[in-house]
C-alpha cells in the first residue's frame, strides 16, 4: 500500500472508534482481518497513525480546529511525521486510495493557529479535570510530564537472569538498538520508532525462546524489585495477571522460595504458564 492508502485506513480505524466506542487495538484488528490485502508494514504504519492521533487528539484537534478522524490523521502527518500539505498533495496524487485532499480550511488553521495559543491542558494532551493533579504530583514540570505521556513508548525488556545476563541480552539485541535502562537493574530498553517504522518483532528472537528475556515494563520491573524478593521467601502475587512481576520476583529468588501467583480474571492468567516454561 502507498502512504494514501495507509492513512485512508487509519480515518476507518479511527471512525469506528469513535463511533462504537471500543478499544483500539479490536478496531486495528478488524480492519485487518478485512483488508487481508494489507500487509504486516501496511498494519503496523496505519497502527502508528492511530496511535500517534489519540495520543495527541487534544492538540491535534486545537491546530486543526477540527476533531475529525480525517483531521486527525492529517495532523498526524503534517505535526509529526514531517510532511507539508504541499508533499502531501503531491503524493496522493494519482492514488485513487487516498482520503480526500486537505480542506482550505483546514490548511488554513494548520498555517496560522499555535499551540502556544491553547489551554495548559490542551498543550500537554490530557483531559481537563486531569490537570489539577499533574500540578499536585509534579509542581513546575507537570506540563513536560503530560507531554511525554503523549509520546510513543519505548519497548521495555527485562533480562531474565536465571538464564542471561542484561548484558548478554544487550549484546544479543544490539541489532535492535538495545540499551540498559536507566533504573531497573535487569532492564533493557529499545527506543521508539518514528513514522511509518515499527518496533522490532522481539518475539521472534531466538533469545526470546531461549528464555533470555522477557517483555515487561520498566515500571513492572520496579515495582518488584521494591518487594525485595530473596531466596526461601513466600510472595504472594495478589493481582498477577499474565505474571510478569510473578517472573521478575522468581529470578530474583533464584528459584528457591514460592510465588503465589493469584488474579480474579484466570483468562488474565492463562499466559503465565508457557512464560514460566520458557523462564525456567
Known amino acids: 500500500m502507498r502512504l494514501g492508502g495507509r492513512v485512508a485506513g487509519a480515518i476507518d480505524v479511527l471512525a469506528d472508534i469513535e463511533a462504537r466506542r471500543r478499544p483500539v487495538a479490536d478496531a486495528l484488528k478488524d480492519w485487518g482481518l478485512a483488508h487481508r490485502f494489507a500487509g504486516s508494514g501496511d498494519r503496523a ?6 496511535y500517534d492521533a489519540l495520543r495527541m487528539r487534544l492538540s491535534h484537534a486545537f491546530i486543526m480546529d477540527d476533531d475529525s478522524a480525517v483531521a486527525l490523521a492529517y495532523a498526524v502527518l503534517l505535526r509529526q511525521w514531517g510532511y507539508s500539505p504541499e508533499t502531501l498533495a503531491a503524493d496522493f496524487a494519482d492514488d485513487r486510495f487516498a482520503p480526500p485532499v486537505l480542506t482550505e480550511a483546514h490548511i488554513a488553521a494548520f498555517s496560522s493557529r499555535k499551540l502556544e495559543d491553547a489551554p495548559l491542558h490542551i498543550q500537554g494532551d490530557i483531559p481537563d479535570w486531569v490537570q489539577p493533579s499533574f500540578e499536585a ?5 507537570w506540563l513536560a510530564e503530560a507531554k511525554a505521556l503523549a509520546t510513543r513508548p519505548t519497548l521495555d525488556l ?8 542484561r548484558d548478554k541480552v544487550v549484546k544479543a539485541l544490539d541489532r535492535a ?3 540498559p535502562a536507566r533504573i531497573a537493574r535487569n532492564g533493557i530498553r529499545i527506543a521508539a520508532g518514528e513514522g511509518a517504522s515499527r518496533l522490532p518483532n522481539i518475539t521472534a528472537e531466538l533469545s526470546f525462546q531461549k528464555g533470555w528475556f522477557e517483555v515487561q515494563d520498566e515500571g513492572s520491573q520496579i515495582v518488584a524489585e521494591l518487594v525485595q524478593p530473596a531466596e526461601n521467601h513466600q510472595v504472594l502475587d495478589y493481582c498477577a495477571g499474565g505474571g510478569g512481576k510473578t517472573l521478575a520476583m522468581s529470578a530474583a529468588m533464584n528459584n528457591k522460595g514460592q510465588v503465589h501467583a493469584y488474579d480474579t480474571d484466570r483468562k488474565r492468567l492463562a499466559p503465565i504458564i508457557e512464560r514460566l516454561r520458557r523462564a525456567g
Not at 504530583?137 to 514540570?141: I, P
Not at 527485562?158 to 545476563?165: D, E, F, I, Q
Open 45 to 50: 504504519a496505519i497502527g502508528n497513525i492511530v
Open 137 to 141: 504530583n509534579f509542581g513546575d514540570d
Open 158 to 165: 527485562r533480562a531474565n537472569t536465571l538464564k542471561a545476563s
Open 177 to 179: 538498538g538495545a540499551k
